[in-house]
């Protein structure tokens, strides 16, 4: 590139008025620099609680990628099959650990009122994060074409019909029920797991109650 | 919030931490423990109830199930949005929010009988019923089907005597009963065949992918409930939450399950959109806590933060 080129280029770059400049920017601007993912962490952070909060991702990882392998074989191949069955039982799990963990990630931030230090967010995103979960499990339970399902439809369409929602969402329509369960909730969890995730690497670890930067 | 002095995390002195050989650890830990737990508990997978089943398991409920339907004395019959608009549904406070949701899922309850049954040719007694049936007026219907329920009646049960024949059709008496029996044979010889579901479900429509009829239909009669109750799924065994056998359901939901065992929920007509109506709140409180003073103070009154940071605080304390 020549001389004349580089100019060009950079006052290109730093075009305001540039949509793509814009959203580079906005997207840069995120997480402070360097800490995306860095390679220290605030001596405070120092206990077993911390960990829960990886614990619950990695526990999600697990539940979508035996999701996506009971998906290869389709609705009823759990049914017939003993490696499905297998797989189904790990997706079973990995959902009972995911809450486990999730729970007490949950509890522990809030004996930290993790919140303080303008987390306000990161708070409430995680707490939408946990009812979107629950829609998601709900819709699993219901997906599942065995009696389970059928009893959990059949109870769970009175909550559901009594605030008027059982209009849009009928818990009695298994086809309806799997899309929400493999497609709109997961995206929802997906895209609330990723917001939670840059909002505490853009805030950090919150530091102790009452602690002062002496410590 | 406005007294809110948490310094800045980036700002504290910092140690060595890798971050992606937590990811990996926590990932491989978590692998084993599904793939462990998976391997020792495995998963609970209680074959469907099928229409077959309950026609040959209960056919006297399937036959009292039937007729109640044409009746239109069934749950499903009097429930209101957003099946139908028989009745004015829950509400919440004054709030009818059932209603205000629409009958957007319409299912008329006589036709959970006489769709599947009109299906059936070279029979004579279904069709000659059927013909009868449409010829009379809704008030004629209500009154063969409603006395035709009413003599098959009810075993005893709970200390309540019995009704009518004790729940058991071979001994119903000779009454006006109009078409209602032989509709009610109909659809329960259409049951025992197995072609129940589908004529429920994907009838006119190749693709059948909505339950919504059959499943009706089966929560409608005592059968499916009793198959729940025996595995401690009924609604006062704390319900949905669990699940068949031994195996965990959805331990996270007990908060809402828990509600309905408690009055004034336990005995209220509107439990589900009260108990819906608290847990929103509920989870609305936990969303905004860190705004509502009182509530955000709680972690500095019970300080559980000195066994997280007991490390950081020692050290201070030592400076």
Known sequence: MTTRESELSTKEAADPKNWTNRLRGRLEGLVPKGQALPDTQPVYVASWIYVFGVLTLTSLVVVIASGCVLSLGGVAWWHVSSLGHFVNSVHLWSVELFFGFMVVHLWGKFWMAAWRGKRALTWITGVVL?????????????????????????????????????????VLNPGQMLLW????????????????????????VVPPLDADLEG | MSRDRTPDAHDFPTRRYDLVKEFV???????????????IFSSPDEKAITMSGWAKADPDNLVTTAASELAGTTTSATYGAPYNTN?????????????????????????????PVSNVSDNPAISSAL??????TPEQRAKWATAYTDAIGTAAADGEPATGAGGEVAKVKPGDYGPVPALSAGLLALAKTGGLEGALTSSGNFYGGDQTKSLLLLADGAYLE???????????????????????????????????????????????????????LLTLLLMFLPFIPGLRSIPRWIPVHRLVWRNYYRRVQRT
């Open chain 1, 181 to 204: 369960h493999v497609v709109l909730l997961p995206l929802g969890v997906g895209l609330l797991t990723l917001m939670h995730i840059i909002l505490v690497r853009r805030h950090g």
């Open chain 2, 25 to 39: 650890i926590a990932l491989v830990v978590v692998l084993v423990l599904s793939g462990g737990l998976a391997a």
């Open chain 1, 130 to 170: 946990f009812g979107v979960s629950i829609g998601t499990s709900f819709t699993g339970f219901l997906s599942q074409s065995n009696f389970s399902a059928q009893w959990i439809g059949a109870e769970g369409k009175d909550g559901i019909n009594s605030i008027g929602a059982g209009a849009f969402f009928n």
């Open chain 2, 87 to 115: 009745a004015e549904g829950q509400k919440l406070g004054p709030l009818p929010l059932q209603k205000w949701g629409g009958v957007r899922v319409p299912v008329n309850s006589a036709d959970l009988v006489l769709g």
């Open chain 2, 131 to 136: 013909t009868e049936w449409k010829a009379a």
């Open chain 2, 226 to 280: 009793d198959q729940a109750v025996a595995q401690n799924l009924g609604g006062d065994q704390w319900g949905m939450m669990n699940e068949v056998g031994n195996a965990p359901g959805q331990p996270w939901m007990w908060l809402y399950t828990f509600w309905y065992q408690v009055k004034p929920f336990s005995t209220s007509d509107n439990a589900d959109a009260e108990v819906w109506g608290l847990m929103m």
